[in-house]
């Protein structure tokens, strides 16, 4: 029996007797609430839930879920799937390798807010609680008694430090604040699972085939939410949903048979992308998605520099400038000042070419630089390239680029006879202008992404990493710094000009505005470095996931209005606060921030 003086009153407290559950409902007690309350969120979702279809939605039928009603009825369903699996119910327990009981609490959480952001929205929008019909207060009053029950489960609670009598106020409230966040921490902490015994390779194909297609929905979802209290509600549930998975233990068994079929896995995800378009009535969404695929692939060139090779660009878009105006120049607009109109493929490789020659013509003199002298000098390139441009109008400099007002009228790209610019028709499905466009940037996405692997995992991909963890070390094993670092600038660069060949035919303009250090609307060198630091540094998959949510996010909260930008960065820094290793992030990284976690047996080159 251990005991230990609080910094109030100086009693001992027997820990062994002190509550184990945030709230003190018996165990037994918590946990049938916890899945009676998810499984009666699923049955409220089939009820009415406001009188008027003025609500976004139409929340009024009976038997058939709408709108916020769907994400209420999965995160029930998902907690009260927890709770049968936490008796340990036959057939269900795959569901929660790592155990169930911090899977509850964060599924019953997240339907919890879900659902009492609905409510209260309905009452903001529609004049007061009485707009609700029967079916709101019942899944307000479940969810809740879920959210209650899920929290009286027990848990090991942490060792509360001792704080100084002397200490100021300002550090009482700092340990306050740093006992809550361990005392939730420790409320949804589950074990590592033990290795699940290897499937046949058919089976785990087909887990992999799964994991992919519930990718799609959700992504597919996402982008087409129709209306802001949707879309709101779609980040709360994902979030939570994807916490409690993480937390039970399916997340990491996915993780492991898709690193035992990486080829797979890569091809998979790409085919089920591939896919997207096919799922659109029209063109509105894969509008986005070629975007998010653009500012995707420029992340993951970015990735090389930053990620591998841990050199810090801050003006890592005028790459992707360069590219752009190379190809714009040479694919036959009435802009340009070259009577050139040549294929795309040539205009492709020789905007990466440019792009990379900018590199090495920057990289060279400055590479020897580190840390923030280096950040200030590619920042200062980047503030060059967009400033020559804008004056390169024949006024304040030769007639190159056409000034502000940029290369406009950029032809559609016309394939062996494929014109990009018409709607066409495959097996019944008619694609538009953006989805041609996007499958063509997924292809290109698919080049880096193999340059990014081949890289990483060869002889120049380790240098990387071991200037990225200690130059000094590295240069002492006899490691080319210098050469390396131009190499991992060089290929950023040039992959960055090869998808801005691809933006210039998209944008039908290209602009120098487009290519500033920080914008609202990105690619932008701010938001390309947020979307690697975001998704994981040295993944492959971080950045891509990062720059889908940077793109997505502001694009989907325009109804905030001058408040869009305070939300997004809040966000932000909630995120790097309490993830700062990204969402997607390799395993040696994860463990530089998370020092208490479980170091893994082996570690791969490049620390996954």
Known sequence: MTTQTTENTGAPVNKDSAPKALIGLPENVGRALATAGGILAVVSTFLAWTWTSEFPGDLTYYGYPGGLQVLVLIGGALTALFGLASYGVKGLRWIAPAGADGAIKLAATGTFVTTWYTVIAISAQLGGVVNLEPGGFIAAAVTLAAFLGAFSLPFERPEEELIDEDATPGERIGHIWRHIVALLKSAVFTPTPAPARKLPAYAEILVIVAAMAVGLIVFTYGIGTEYDELFVGFLLTVGFLFAALSKAGLV?????????????????????????????????????????????????????????AGLLDLGYVAFLGVGAYTAAMVSGSPSSPFDLHLPFWISALLGAAVAMVFGVLIGAPTLRLRGDYLAIVTLGFGEIFRITVLNMDGTSGP????????????????????????EHTFLGFTIGRFANYFLLMLLITLIVVVVFKRSSDSRIGRAWIAIR???????????NGFRVKLIAFALGASLAGLAGAVQAHVTYTVTPEQYQFAHVVPPNSAFLLAAVVLGGMGTIAGPLVGAALLYLIPAKLQFLGDYQLFAFGLALVLLMRFRPEGLIPNRRRQLEFHEEAEAPAVLSKAGA
């Open 469 to 479: 963890e200690d130059e000094t070390a590295a240069l002492a094993m006899g490691i």
């Open 399 to 422: 007639d190159i680029t056409n000034g502000s007002n940029g290369i406009s009228s950029i032809p559609n790209l016309d394939i062996l006879g494929f014109d990009f610019g018409l």
């Open 252 to 308: 990491a068994r996915v993780s492991a048979i898709t690193g035992r079929h990486s080829t797979i896995t890569m091809f998979g995800a790409f085919i089920a992308a591939a896919l997207f378009p096919f799922t659109q009535s029209d063109d509105q969404y894969a509008t986005i998605g070629v975007y998010i695929l653009i500012f995707a692939t420029v992340a993951l060139g970015l990735n090389i520099v930053v990620g591998l």
